[in-house]
């Protein structure tokens, strides 16, 4: 007798509220216990995969099983998907550990649709056309570094927010930079120099901040330092090592203008900014990184809603609305 086949995988963006997993297999991205108004316990924990995640909770819990996850860590689920205020939810009725070897965590990681050198090859040839002799020499600096330049293409963007995938840094700041392009020519007062090294370097800190091997999640160095610091710290460092190599020092004013780009494009103190924008590039840098940002999360947003009789998602926290799902093909009356 044959044995039975195992049964055939369903990706998190295929699931519909309303429908039962028996056996498969997601990534725990996040885990907490928490405790409902009754005083029980219970899991709330955030499945994924490579094509999106899925809330999950589990009722009657205990600390043991809380335990018993491995946050970051794959486990084979049993439950049944359900609509919760217009999003779905995963309410799990059983899980057990993955047999080791049987499965790679790298592979339930979401990922860019795009081929990561061809956006790393844009990415140089854009700074290429960097006309400042010490920034094109800061700039290669960092291009140059292999190690750098591997972890740059891999390094998700965020853990949550925008370009939350492997490759999502690369795609963000491919972005920018063409944006970059198209609007500096309007603003002949601002530097493009300094426009293009501080796109490129705003986000670069990330590739320490973050651990994205087998999940999306802050390094030590994330949580004591953070990417802006880093950042800033790399570009100290390398205008020091530029120094070294010319004998002459680095422009003082063009190194301060560089660092105050990366300080200050959040934007905001509440988003924490270290600065707030105070030269007209920093507010370009500010603004293409909010402009993308905030467009990936609309995109993405329609992407992961499945409820096709609704022409709204769910509620998105980080853009403080639900999104109206305009089709391209349509015209607002």
């Given at each position: 007798?044959?044995?039975?086949?195992?049964?055939?995988?369903?990706?998190?963006?295929?699931?519909?509220?309303?429908?039962?997993?028996?056996?498969?297999?997601?990534?725990?991205?996040?885990?907490?216990?928490?405790?409902?108004?009754?005083?029980?316990?219970y899991?709330?924990?955030?499945?994924?995969?490579?094509?999106?995640?899925?809330?999950?909770?589990?009722?009657?819990?205990?600390?043991?099983?809380?335990?018993?996850?491995?946050?970051?860590?794959?486990?084979?689920?049993?439950?049944?998907?359900?609509?919760?205020?217009?999003?779905?939810?995963?309410?799990?009725?059983?899980?057990?550990?993955?047999?080791?070897?049987?499965?790679?965590?790298?592979?339930?990681?979401?990922?860019?649709?795009?081929?990561?050198?061809?956006?790393?090859?844009?990415?140089?040839e854009?700074?290429?056309?960097?006309?400042?002799?010490?920034?094109?020499?800061?700039?290669?600096?960092?291009?140059?570094?292999a190690?750098?330049?591997?972890?740059?293409?891999?390094?998700?963007?965020?853990?949550?927010?925008?370009?939350?995938?492997?490759?999502?840094?690369?795609?963000?700041?491919?972005?920018?930079?063409?944006?970059?392009?198209?609007?500096?020519?309007?603003?002949?007062q601002?530097n493009?120099?300094?426009?293009?090294?501080?796109?490129?370097?705003?986000?670069?800190?990330?590739?320490?901040e973050?651990?994205?091997?087998?999940?999306?999640?802050?390094?030590?160095?994330?949580?004591?330092?953070?990417?802006?610091?880093?950042?800033?710290?790399?570009?100290?460092?390398?205008?020091?090592?530029?120094?070294?190599e010319t004998?002459?020092?680095?422009?003082?004013?063009?190194?301060?203008?560089?660092?105050?780009?990366?300080?200050?494009?959040?934007?905001?103190?509440?988003?924490?900014?270290?600065?707030?924008?105070a030269?007209?590039?920093?507010?370009?840098?500010h603004?293409?990184?909010?402009?993308?940002?905030?467009?990936?999360?609309?995109?993405?947003?329609?992407?992961?809603?499945?409820?096709?009789?609704?022409d709204?998602?769910?509620?998105?926290?980080?853009?403080?609305?639900?999104v109206?799902?305009?089709?391209a093909?349509?015209?607002?009356?």
């Open positions: 007798m044959s044995a039975t086949p195992p049964p055939q995988r369903r990706r998190i963006a295929e699931l519909q509220a309303g429908e039962r997993v028996d056996d498969q297999v997601f990534r725990v991205a996040q885990k907490d216990l928490r405790t409902t108004s009754n005083g029980s316990l899991i709330h924990v955030v499945l994924a995969d490579a094509s999106g995640q899925l809330l999950g909770r589990m009722w009657q819990a205990t600390q043991g099983m809380y335990d018993s996850i491995p946050e970051g860590g794959l486990l084979h689920f049993r439950g049944r998907v359900e609509n919760y205020k217009g999003n779905r939810q995963f309410i799990i009725d059983g899980l057990r550990a993955v047999e080791p070897g049987t499965c790679d965590p790298a592979e339930f990681l979401p990922r860019t649709r795009h081929d990561v050198d061809a956006l790393w090859n844009q990415i140089k854009t700074l290429r056309s960097i006309t400042s002799r010490e920034l094109l020499l800061l700039v290669g600096k960092f291009v140059n570094d190690k750098f330049a591997t972890d740059f293409k891999r390094a998700p963007a965020a853990v949550q927010m925008h370009h939350a995938y492997v490759g999502g840094l690369v795609e963000h700041t491919s972005n920018l930079l063409r944006l970059a392009d198209a609007v500096c020519p309007l603003y002949p601002v493009r120099d300094l426009v293009l090294a501080g796109i490129f370097l705003h986000d670069a800190g990330k590739i320490a973050l651990k994205y091997e087998t999940n999306f999640e802050y390094s030590n160095e994330g949580q004591l330092l953070g990417h802006i610091v880093q950042c800033v710290l790399w570009i100290h460092q390398r205008c020091r090592e530029i120094e070294a004998g002459k020092p680095f422009p003082a004013t063009l190194e301060m203008s560089l660092k105050h780009l990366v300080l200050a494009h959040h934007g905001k103190f509440e988003f924490g900014s270290p600065r707030l924008p030269t007209s590039e920093a507010f370009v840098v603004y293409l990184d909010n402009l993308d940002a905030k467009l990936a999360m609309v995109t993405e947003a329609i992407a992961g809603d499945t409820d096709a009789a609704s709204w998602t769910g509620y998105v926290k980080a853009l403080e609305t639900r109206f799902k305009l089709k093909t349509e015209t607002p009356e």
